[in-house]
Structure formats: structure tokens, C-alpha cells
């Protein structure tokens, strides 16, 4: 059984630092990649960032690039999502995902192709 636990949110406010980490038990995904999702109250769920297990290729979306790092511990098989200069607009329900299957590059960003979930942390940032 394929399991994804969140950890890391909290409350903080405009400009501070968050560390998200999500650990995955059940399987390896060192042929696909790990990404971060996110749902604020009222919207869509959102692509956050993405890394390839493999090689490490990252890639984010453009509200959170330069202030979000996704990161990966082969070893631990946890990925991380260090989020730095928070901003109101990045409260909302954080959510990790693994594909049951690699991904094309260009469909890295869609959450209907990633299988498995995690139960989400909520991070909270006050202005």
C-alpha cells in the first residue's frame, strides 16, 4: 500500500519560511518524479513543483519561482518543499502526489496524472 504523509505547515507570517516534507512508503518512485500541490478555499486544486527522482530536474510554477525549492533524500524516499519570502496568497492546503506511471515533461504540471496523494498540511500565512 502506497502511502504519502505531509508534514511541515504551520501558521507564519508575509516573508517568513516554511519547510514542507512529504515521505513515501509502499513503493519507490525513482523512475517518475514527486510533486507539490496546492488548494486554497474556493479554487482549483494548483501545480506548485515537480522534481524527477532521477537526474533531479525541478520545475515550478511561475507564482513560486525563486522563493519555492523542491528537493529530494533518495535514501529517506522524502521529498521537501522549502518555501521561503511567503506571501498571503500561498495559504492553502498543501499536497504532495506520485504518479503510478512516469510522466511526459509536458504534463508534469497536471494533477490528473499523478495516482497517489497525501492527506495534505495546511499552511497558513498571515500579512
Known amino acids: 500500500q502506497v502511502q504519502l504523509v505531509e508534514s511541515g505547515g504551520g501558521l507564519v507570517q508575509a516573508g517568513g519560511s516554511l519547510r514542507l516534507s512529504c515521505a513515501a512508503s509502499g513503493r519507490t518512485f525513482s523512475s517518475t518524479a514527486m510533486g507539490w500541490f496546492r488548494q486554497a478555499p474556493g479554487k482549483e486544486r494548483e501545480f506548485v513543483a515537480t522534481i524527477m527522482w532521477s537526474g533531479g530536474a525541478t520545475y515550478y510554477a511561475d507564482s513560486v519561482k525563486g522563493r519555492f525549492t523542491i528537493s529530494r533524500d533518495n535514501a529517506k524516499n522524502t521529498v521537501y518543499l522549502q518555501m521561503n519570502s511567503l506571501k498571503p496568497e500561498d495559504t492553502a492546503v498543501y499536497y504532495c502526489?506520485?504518479?503510478?506511471?512516469?510522466?511526459?515533461?509536458?504534463?508534469?504540471?497536471?494533477?490528473?496524472?499523478?495516482?497517489?496523494w497525501g492527506q495534505g498540511t495546511q499552511v497558513t500565512v498571515s500579512s
Open positions: 502526489a506520485g504518479p503510478q506511471d512516469p510522466i511526459p515533461l509536458f504534463l508534469l504540471t497536471s494533477a490528473r496524472r499523478y495516482t497517489y
